[in-house]
């Protein structure tokens, strides 16, 4: 079991039943993605960061599941802060410029702005992705999805990759280790030439391994019904109670 799994069914948030978590994450998310707004993406980041340690989620572990998308998302803005024009550069924010023959090459301030805007944007919707999937576990998702009257064969497809992930992990890991102990990593190029080799098998040990789960799944009377768990659902006051503080909060930020 990976350990975001074990974090989503051992945490303090637990007991909480899947609908409020899903709909008070799925509600920031979107209302952080339609206001494009940096201080509601900055509040609904930072209320999704502490809901996520109350939860007793470790900080450390937190960081790290955040470094790597904030790495792409800079890598990604770059281009969008960098300006190209044939003519004069217009405009008295410009932070930098650069002049290659009739190209002008420059950065100012509305990129910048506009940037920046859209990192607190990502950030805030990736931190609203992190308190559903670190504080609820997929099979109370799925089953959530059976009672919204979702396709059961969209509810199997969610299901069968996510089993998928764990095994194209599992599987990568052990060939990594096995090719560690045989110092298959000691330099730049025996590196590459063991990544080449790592990603030919777990290409055919996947689908050998899909294989027998297919024939596993058939030998057993074929694809079913998702039985999810079923968990008496009751009204808590005190999650409606953070839910409208959190909605005023977000109106009252959008609106002033």
Same mark, same amino acid.
């Given at each position: 079991?990976? %350990?975001?799994?074990? @974090? /989503? ?12 978590? *899903?709909?008070?994450? %799925?509600?920031? %998310?979107? =209302? ?7 201080? #509601?993406?900055?509040? *609904?980041?930072? +209320? ?40 004069? +550069?217009?405009?008295?924010? &410009?932070? =930098? ?14 990129? #910048?702005?506009?940037? =920046?805007?859209?990192?607190? *944007?990502?950030?805030?919707? &990736?931190?609203?992705? @992190?308190?559903? +999937?670190?504080?609820?576990?997929? #099979? $109370?998702?799925? @089953? ?24 194209? &992990?599992?599987?990568?890991? $052990?060939?990594y280790h096995s090719q560690s102990s045989r110092l298959g990593y000691t330099s730049f190029r ?6 080449? @080799?790592?990603?030919?098998? %777990?290409?055919?040990?996947? =689908?050998?391994?899909? /294989? ?17 768990? $079923? ?10 109670? #953070? ?7 977000? *109106? ?5």
């Open positions: 079991m990976l %350990l975001i799994d074990q @974090y /989503a069914y051992h945490n303090r948030f637990s007991d909480i039943h899947a609908f409020d978590k *899903v709909t008070f994450s %799925l509600f920031m %998310l979107l =209302f952080s993605l339609f206001a494009r707004d940096m201080k #509601v993406s900055f509040t *609904v980041f930072l +209320i999704s960061s502490i809901m996520i340690l109350l939860a007793r989620i470790p900080i450390k572990y937190y960081i790290k599941l955040l470094v790597l998308p904030i790495t792409f998302i800079l890598l990604g803005l770059i281009p969008l802060m960098v300006n190209f024009s044939l003519n004069a +550069i217009p405009g008295s924010e &410009i932070i =930098f410029d650069i002049s290659m023959g009739k190209l002008f090459i420059y950065v100012d301030m509305s990129s #910048v702005r506009a940037a =920046f805007q859209l990192f607190m *944007v990502s950030i805030g919707s &990736i931190s609203c992705l @992190y308190l559903l +999937i670190l504080t609820t576990p997929l #099979v $109370e998702i799925l @089953y959530l999805l059976k009672k919204w009257r979702i396709s059961p064969l969209f509810i199997e497809m969610i299901a069968i990759t996510y089993r998928f992930l764990f095994t194209l &992990i599992e599987t990568a890991a $052990e060939i025996t590196g590459l030439t063991s990544l080449g @080799y790592l990603t030919t098998a %777990l290409f055919l040990k996947s =689908f050998q391994k899909a /294989a027998k789960l297919h024939q596993a799944v058939e030998s057993r009377g074929g694809y079913g019904e998702f039985i999810g768990s $079923e968990r008496e659902y009751s009204l808590s006051l005190l999650n409606l109670g #953070v839910f409208m503080i959190v909605l005023l909060l977000l *109106v009252l930020l959008f609106t002033f």
